[in-house]
T-cell receptor, first 114, second 114 residues
Framework: AQSVSQHNHHVILSEAASLELGCNYSYGGTVNLFWYVQYPGQHLQLLLKYFSGDPLVKGIKGFEAEFIKSKFSFNLRKPSVQWSDTAEYFCAVNAPFGNEKLTFGTGTRLTIIP | DAGVIQSPRHEVTEMGQEVTLRCKPISGHDYLFWYRQTMMRGLELLIYFNNNVPIDDSGMPEDRFSAKMPNASFSTLKIQPSEPRDSAVYFC????????????FGQGTRLTVV
């Protein structure tokens, strides 16, 4: 079974700081990888996803993530955060080819200080 | 489309009572998921359906939980009898077969069992 680890439970940054949120997964086969965001009081939304190809994935709102297979990692990055990026971020994984079950990490709460 | 619609948004009930959560997925979506979110365990997949058929219910915590999808536009998650440890936010999500992993989430139902 797959599992996802997000080691940073709460990250606090000032505006314009660079962001990197860690995500490691555990699964022996090919995986699809996702980052979801949950803004305060709102539902989860897909930020970006990786299925295959270029391991550097661009998402919405200036976010990107890099899939490093040898490290089983899919870290989320943004060069310069804004106050509006305050949210909870979830990394998720599923095994392709018939399995739709998304396994989520426990999430990282990001607080941006103006 | 209005997105995934869940009702009620908030539910407070006494221990031992039956609770029914409702979900209307996005029209045309093939998959429907029920997730539970708690501080301790993060987002957990409870069950998912493909074309109204339950595919994986391994995440359903115990027999007190049951889920149905009588048609493509409606699903219920029932807890009977409810217990305080069931208090959580329950999310419903739906997705398309051809856009795997891109799940659209509802606003969630915040359940409090006292």
């Amino acid at each position: 079974a797959q599992s996802v680890s997000q080691h940073n439970h709460h990250v606090i940054l000032s505006e314009a700081a660079s962001l990197e949120l860690g995500c490691n997964y555990s699964y022996g086969g090919t995986v699809n990888l996702f980052w979801y965001v949950q803004y305060p009081g709102q539902h989860l939304q897909l930020l970006l996803k990786y299925f295959s190809g270029d391991p550097l994935v661009k998402g919405i709102k200036g976010f990107e993530a890099e899939f490093i297979k040898s490290k089983f990692s899919f870290n989320l990055r943004k060069p310069s955060v804004q106050w509006s990026d305050t949210a909870e971020y979830f990394c998720a994984v599923n095994a392709p080819f018939g399995n739709e079950k998304l396994t989520f990490g426990t999430g990282t709460r990001l607080t941006i200080i103006p | 489309d209005a997105g995934v619609i869940q009702s009620p948004r908030h539910e407070v009930t006494e221990m031992g009572q039956e609770v029914t959560l409702r979900c209307k997925p996005i029209s045309g979506h093939d998959y429907l998921f029920w997730y539970r979110q708690t501080m301790m365990r993060g987002l957990e997949l409870l069950i998912y359906f493909n074309n109204n058929v339950p595919i994986d219910d391994s995440g359903m915590p115990e027999d007190r939980f049951s889920a149905k999808m009588p048609n493509a536009s409606f699903s219920t998650l029932k807890i009977q009898p409810s217990e305080p440890r069931d208090s959580a936010v329950y999310f419903c999500a739906s997705s398309l077969e051809r856009d795997r992993g891109k799940a659209f989430f509802g606003q969630g139902t915040r359940l409090t069992v006292v």
